[in-house]
């Protein structure tokens, strides 16, 4: 969001009648230089204890279902555990969850976590749901059906004319239903299906439809059926071009122009400005002389 | 005449007294999100770091003193949020030319203080009003602001995470080019008015499609005048999101990549007039 501080402007005109001698005309503002720095004090740590560095990530990856510990918190050490793990242990991960996959005791205590924790933590939640998705079993499946099926908030707290607590859901469900379609069993895929014929969220339309493609391998016979559920106007969410970590630049550059060819209405207007275009080149042009910021970070220990 | 000249009085002074207003704002610091707590826990609160982020971040004690200013380690408070973020920023990205949308130098210049090629010099700020999750004010005389809005902070917010507060921080920043460059990108705050077209939000962007390698690391800023070579705040802050979620370095932990996939789809088909942008983030739950 952009505002001109019309309270400064104001304050302007003020001084301006205050004192008639200064320079407030102009229309464009001068140029700056770097700015000074804040004299101010600096932060510190003063009033609570210095935290000393948890390195928890040194922790091996524990069981999901550990045999040592009741299934609830079995679940809640595994999800602290796998919020934190590094790329290169994502199939370290998913093997460890794959070895839960039969416990029918940490898959509820793992489905309640989901419910429980939705309102309080979204990033655990996302967390829980990744695992729960993952562990791929008639429980999993249940509960992530529940999940997408939730209400949607009409009312809350509005910001930017949005219900804060409907997009929290939405992106919750849209993770929600990664998991339905990578069940890939008949009745997860039929609510894949539902979800992009029904649900009522846009965004989890558009999941669905992307996370059913990458399930079925982004094949014809897939984008055939997707065609017989898709809402009319939606259909553009089939040819949308993705980034996978096997995804090369020559693949990424080539689903793009064939979006682009197919869908010519993706082509944004021409540009608008208040003043005219070369002048603003050459102001681009100046702006090419600003050096790069000479404040370097401290080293990456 | 009297009158008129007192009016002029009480006003001056309203401009000399407005920011100690300021001072005090103040958000939900019960805790952090999971995602804060992960990252925090890759650097464990370092001093270093935070010395040099609030002066590149232009972070002042009259603006950020009663958010966690003098309690620089306790990742529950909003100055610490905010250079967990900033953390994520400056060491968080691959930078690879073959998948990266764009590079480290692109995402710093933008978000950092300086005058740069990106934009005037910004100072940031907190602000309690969570009817938004940040803005731009170009103020003339003296440096740009950018608020950040306490839903960026709180945990229970989706937007409470580094890696959405480092978008934040890519989109305002974003509306300081446009407003370096003159653009118009609409009268709804700095954006199209909405709902349009595929944006279903009440401030939309176009999103100006373009390749991997279409930028050369630090030439995000470039235009060519024509909507060929351009970027929206929204679209930034997308491929920024894009970014962390599938180019991040290796120990950028797993929820901060979850919460950049989700917001950048969620944002991707909500935001834009033209259609939606591309799909991040690999579509399987783990």
Not at chain 2, 190 to 204: A, E, K, N, R
Not at chain 2, 214 to 239: I, K
């Amino acid at each position: 969001m952009r505002n001109r501080s019309i309270f400064g402007m104001l304050c302007m005109g003020v001084l301006s009648t205050v004192l008639p001698g200064a320079a407030l005309g102009s229309q464009n503002p001068p140029s700056r230089q770097a700015p000074p720095r804040f004299k101010t004090r600096p932060p510190s740590a003063a009033t609570s204890p210095v935290r000393i560095p948890i390195l928890r990530l040194a922790r091996p990856i524990p069981e999901l279902a550990a045999t040592d510990v009741p299934p609830a918190a079995s679940v809640a050490r595994f999800i602290e555990r796998a919020s934190m793990a590094r790329v290169d242990e994502r199939d370290a991960i998913r093997a460890v969850i794959v070895r839960a996959r039969g416990n029918l005791a940490v898959s509820r205590a793992l489905a309640a976590t989901v419910f429980n924790t939705r309102t309080a933590d979204f990033t655990r939640t996302l967390t829980s749901l990744a695992v729960l998705g993952e562990l791929r079993n008639p429980t999993s499946e249940a509960a992530l059906t529940s999940f997408v099926r939730m209400p949607l908030p009409t009312q809350g707290h509005l910001v930017e004319g949005e219900v804060a607590e409907r997009i929290t859901l939405e992106e919750l469900q849209m993770k929600a239903v990664q998991g339905l379609a990578y069940a890939k069993t008949r009745s997860a895929n039929a609510e894949v299906l539902r979800v992009i014929a029904q649900h009522p969220s846009r965004p989890v339309r558009a999941e669905a439809i992307e996370a059913y493609l990458y399930n079925h391998r982004y094949s014809a016979a897939a984008k055939a059926k997707l065609l017989t559920v898709v809402h009319s106007d939606e259909r553009i969410f089939i040819d949308r071009p993705h980034m996978l970590p096997t995804t090369t630049k020559e693949d990424f550059n080539g689903q793009l122009s064939r979006y682009l060819a197919s869908h010519p209405e993706l082509r944004a207007p021409a540009l608008r400005s208040h003043h005219l275009v070369s002048a603003r080149i050459d102001r681009i042009k100046d702006a090419a002389a600003i050096p790069q910021p000479n404040l370097q970070p401290p080293a990456l220990r | 005449m009297f009158k008129h000249f007192m009016k002029i009085v009480v006003l001056a002074a309203a401009c000399i007294l407005a920011p100690v207003a300021s001072w005090a704002s103040t958000c939900d610091e019960s805790g952090a999100s999971s995602a804060d707590i992960d990252l925090w826990n890759t650097h464990g609160c370092w001093q270093a770091f935070y010395n040099w982020q609030y002066q590149q971040y232009n972070l002042g004690s009259d603006k950020w003193g009663s958010d966690g200013w003098n309690d620089a380690c306790n990742v529950n408070k909003e100055f610490p949020k905010m250079w967990n973020a900033a953390y994520l920023v400056t060491y968080g990205l691959a930078d690879n030319p073959n998948q990266s949308f764009h590079g480290t130098t692109d995402y710093r210049q933008l978000a950092e203080g300086p005058n740069s090629n990106f934009k005037d010099a910004v100072y940031y700020a907190p602000t309690s009003d969570t009817s938004i999750y940040g803005s731009f004010t170009y103020h003339w005389p003296g440096e740009d602001e950018i608020d950040l809005s306490c839903l960026l902070f709180e945990p229970s917010d989706s937007h409470s995470n580094p890696a959405s507060r480092a978008g934040d921080f890519m989109h305002e920043g974003w509306h300081g080019w446009l407003t370096e460059g003159d653009w118009n990108n609409g009268s709804c705050g700095g954006h199209y008015c909405g709902p349009d077209g595929d944006c279903s939000w009440s401030g939309c962007d176009y999103f100006y499609f373009h390749g991997i390698g279409a930028y050369a690391f630090g030439a995000l800023w470039q235009t060519d005048g024509t909507a060929n070579r351009f970027h929206s705040p929204n679209q930034v802050q997308v491929e920024f999101l894009c970014d962390v979620s599938d180019q991040p370095q290796g120990w950028v932990p797993q929820s901060v990549r979850s919460a950049a996939a989700v917001d950048a789809d969620y944002r991707a088909v909500t935001r834009f007039i033209n259609g939606p942008g591309y799909e991040c983030g690999e579509p399987r739950p783990w």
